[in-house]
């Protein structure tokens, strides 16, 4: 397997001899000496390569830590590719035209033909420490950041000052010596998996949004090709973060900076997995060149601002932003369902000059995610993204929904060979596989449904888990991971490896997921089919419901791990409530119904107006008579707190006199003082109930039925709520046919003693239209080091708490517009983990049952920075 992979002296043979044959393409240069004389070699790409200062840069490094050989393989594999499309391709040809890409193969000569020869996991340099230890950790040698370690046997030894090694001090040099690079991707493995570089901050900085859809948009080309899904994951300050790496030192420069862990381990079979490995990141290497030209220093375009959304419904969304006004300037704007999405052609959903939009036909009480960025059509370059854009559409009109969490108490894992479940529970990540010092692992997820009504008709539903980390538990393509429902009415302890392991499984949730789909940084999602929904509707009943997350129970030959990590959103390890699970719920009611009969019936024709008759057709003159007919909306429940779902009208046929060339249409109309037949002639249509009769349906059918559209009904309510007491609707009753001069033909629509009289049927279940009042005196302090908001609660019957968001660059303009901080029934709340010094603002929405939300009450903290 080894032999397959190049050697250090063979791929510099192979990049000088690229040199030779195309000389216009490569230039290959040494740019520091090894601690064993070794040269570190750098290769500039580009058309026209004497050029190469002139175009905005892409700098690769592979290859920082000896045992990751996927650095220098994918670099030598991207040269092939170059040479060996370079005649025909046209993308490839645009992109050389206009940038350059600076590949360092292999930032650690000596290390990694140390590791070649003689010990494969070796990671460090050979520098020989004072101790007689070998080796400095690269990758840790960095000055941002940079932390000292005595530790000189440790695998992560820092060295004994930032710089203090040759191949870091190289790579340094040569990149503050090309400032034309924009984008730095440094190649690791394994993991499958994007990290994104970080300014040890507590809150996003302007440009995150940059490297997660560089991240992503890296990602959706790896999908495309291999069907394999990358994880994004920009990490969280200080601890969890590496100290002196190279990315954060490129980032700090203001160059977009990526790690990019390929593989599921460092030394891969070469033809099953390395090659594989290698053609799929071959494309998310064109894609980042494409985007350097997009970020160079000098002439670039302003970032779009205050991209909002203006009005959010149950299937569209108006979007609004602000930008400079120029002619050769127009918009493109993306949607994602996923936080961090990707922004490409396939989800493009609109180009315009406009500075507003609406996107339509989506779907209700969804969340949807929106990406924007300017483009000048003349320079053909785009401008750094927008601000991401977090709504989620209205529920339908009959609809409610609940988003729940689990306990602390009711998350956790069990696993086969660990002696302290319980203290697994509320307390770490959810471990759930199998690997030789822990056994079998499940994770156990509790939910209480007791905020969900009784009788409550769930519709929909999905489970929703963050996974956190695939990186050190090594999870390779192998086996599958899958929640199910289990019944825990069998269970006595939830913290017993064996109870969970024999529980009964009511239904597994969705499809499974493959090991090639565990996207680390983006949650996974399992919606519920029909039988699982029957399945949770019963645990309504008893109030609870308990899942188990399963995956593999073998290990692959050689391997010591098969875990996934997720987040459970509690303890030290977690990010807390943003990353906790939910079991998201969308549920109706039954409806009550009410019939109405009408109030005021007439007939009005050329002759005049005629009480308490329906008739509808032409007179003996051949001119038209109409049917009127009235019903009083005040007995109508009160639409501030109900919904009509549907509603109709039923029309008794009492009588015919007509042959079968005539049709009726059934009219809701304005209401007008003056009842004469010009007045009717000249009535103003509201809206066509249902569709139009003929004699021959009646003939087959004496009761017609005419239900109501989604604007019939809306005019409907408007009315009934600006005049309560006073509300009426109107209908009228019109002929056509399909002969001129039809003479005396006409239908009765009512008997002689009003018995069978027009009725207005509504269908209807209790629910508010409106939110409750916004939260006030919104006010923030300092507490233990930490921002701390308050509130004073509205007093509203419907108010069920508020959820506050906080958000570093805008007003949040919806509950999912920014990083969730809390969400209950308080009136404080704490930011325990941003900076207290950052600029950021702070929104309180509040909500009730629906949930309606408020518009936000805001705060703006540090405005002077």
Request: charged share 25%.
């Amino acid at each position: 397997m080894r032999q397959q992979y190049s050697s250090y002296g063979e791929c510099v043979e192979f990049f000088k001899n690229a040199q030779k044959s195309n000389p216009n393409l490569f230039k290959v240069e040494s740019i520091g000496k090894t601690w064993e004389d070794r040269d570190i070699i750098a290769v500039s790409i580009t058309k026209n390569v004497d050029r190469h200062l002139e175009k905005p840069a892409l700098f690769y490094t592979g290859t920082i830590h000896a045992r990751e050989w996927i650095g220098i393989e994918l670099s030598l594999s991207f040269a092939k590719y170059i040479m060996d499309h370079i005649d025909y391709d046209p993308q490839l040809n645009s992109i050389l035209d206009r940038t350059t890409l600076y590949m360092v193969p292999c930032a650690n000569p000596d290390g990694f033909e140390y590791s070649r020869n003689h010990f494969s996991f070796w990671r460090k340099n050979r520098r020989k420490n004072a101790d007689g230890s070998f080796g400095v950790d690269l990758n840790r040698n960095f000055s941002v950041g940079f932390i000292a370690n005595k530790n000189t046997t440790s695998n992560i030894y820092s060295g004994p000052s930032a710089f203090s090694e040759p191949e870091a001090m190289a790579l340094r040099d040569f990149f503050l010596a090309h400032k034309n690079i924009t984008i730095a991707l440094d190649y690791h493995s394994q993991g499958n998996v994007f990290f994104p570089a970080h300014n040890f901050m507590h809150e996003d900085a302007l440009d995150a949004i940059d490297l997660n859809l560089l991240a992503g948009n890296m990602a959706e080309e790896i999908r495309k090709e291999s069907d394999r899904e990358y994880g994004v994951h920009m990490g969280k300050p200080p601890v969890h973060l590496i100290s002196g790496s190279g990315r954060e030192f490129y980032y700090s420069h203001g160059v977009l900076s990526l790690v990019a862990e390929v593989g599921t381990r460092n030394i891969s079979d070469y033809m099953e997995h390395m090659s594989e490995h290698i053609d799929e990141n071959v494309p998310a290497i064109i894609y980042a060149l494409s985007e350097v030209n997009n970020y160079k220093k000098e002439q670039s375009l302003p970032r779009v601002e205050n991209f909002i959304a203006t009005d959010v419904g149950s299937k569209e969304v108006e979007l609004s932003w602000d930008y400079i006004d120029d002619e050769i300037i127009y918009f493109e704007i993306y949607r994602s369902k996923n936080k961090k999405g990707f922004a490409q052609s396939s989800n493009r959903i609109g180009m315009t000059k406009l500075k507003t939009y609406t996107d339509k036909n989506l779907s209700s009480s969804k969340n949807y995610y929106y990406y924007i960025r300017a483009v000048c059509k003349a320079r053909q370059i785009k401008s750094p993204f927008g601000q991401l854009l977090g709504v989620r559409t209205k529920l339908a009109e009959s609809m409610f929904s609940k988003i729940l969490y689990p306990l602390a108490e009711k998350i956790g894992y069990v696993g086969e060979k660990t002696k302290k479940n319980p203290e697994h529970f509320g307390n770490n990540s959810l471990f759930v596989g199998v690997s030789e010092s822990k056994g079998e692992c499940f994770g156990v997820c509790g939910f209480s449904l007791s905020t969900v009504p009784q009788n409550a008709i769930i519709t929909g539903a999905s489970i929703s888990f963050y996974p956190m980390n695939r990186v050190s538990v090594q999870v390779e393509n192998f086996g599958e991971w899958r929640v199910g429902q289990i019944d825990e009415r069998s269970i006595e302890n939830i913290s017993s490896f064996q109870e969970i392991k024999n529980a009964k499984v009511l239904s597994y949730i969705d499809r499974p997921t493959g090991s090639a789909q565990l996207s680390q940084g983006i949650w996974r999602r399992y919606k519920f089919a029909k039988q699982e929904l029957d399945v949770l509707q019963d645990s309504l009943k008893r109030g609870e419901a308990l899942f188990r997350m399963e995956g593999p129970s073998s290990l692959p030959l050689d391997r010591a791990s098969q875990l996934m990590q997720w987040d459970i959103g509690y303890g030290k390890f977690s990010g807390g409530l943003t990353y906790r699970p939910k079991l998201d719920i969308s549920y109706t009611l039954n409806e009550e119904k009410i019939e109405l009969r009408s109030m005021h019936e007439y007939t009005v024709s050329k002759s005049g107006v005629t009480q308490n008759k329906l008739v509808a057709g032409f007179d003996k003159d051949a001119k038209e008579e109409y049917a009127c007919f009235e019903f009083d909306l005040s007995q109508l429940p009160h639409m501030e707190n109900s919904i009509i779902s549907t509603s109709y009208i039923e029309l008794y046929v009492d009588d015919i006199n007509s042959d079968s060339n005539l049709r009726f249409h059934t009219e809701m109309v304005l209401d007008c003082e003056e009842r004469n037949y010009e007045k009717i002639r000249e009535r103003k249509i509201i809206e066509r109930i249902g569709y139009d009769f003929s004699i021959s349906d009646i003939k087959k059918t004496p009761t017609q039925r005419f239900v109501f559209d989604t604007h019939s009904i809306n005019e409907m309510v408007e009315n009934s709520i600006k005049n309560r007491e006073n509300s009426k609707a109107v209908f009228i009753i019109s002929a056509s046919a399909q002969k001129l001069l039809s003479k005396s033909q006409y239908i009765s629509c009512m008997d002689a003693i009003r018995e069978k009289r027009p009725s207005l049927i509504v269908n209807y279940i209790k629910k508010r239209r409106n939110p409750p009042p916004m939260v006030s005196n919104l006010r923030k302090s300092i507490e233990n080091d930490m921002i701390k908001i308050e509130w004073d609660l509205p007093k509203d019957d419907g108010y069920r708490g508020a959820i506050v968001v906080k958000n570093p660059f805008r007003v949040p303009c919806s509950p999912y517009d920014g990083q969730k901080l809390y969400g209950g029934v308080d009136s404080y709340t704490y930011d325990n983990f941003g900076d207290k010094d950052v600029h950021k603002y702070y929104a309180v929405f509040s909500y009730d049952d629906v949930p309606n939300f408020s518009k936000p009450a805001y705060i703006e903290i540090n405005s002077d920075k």
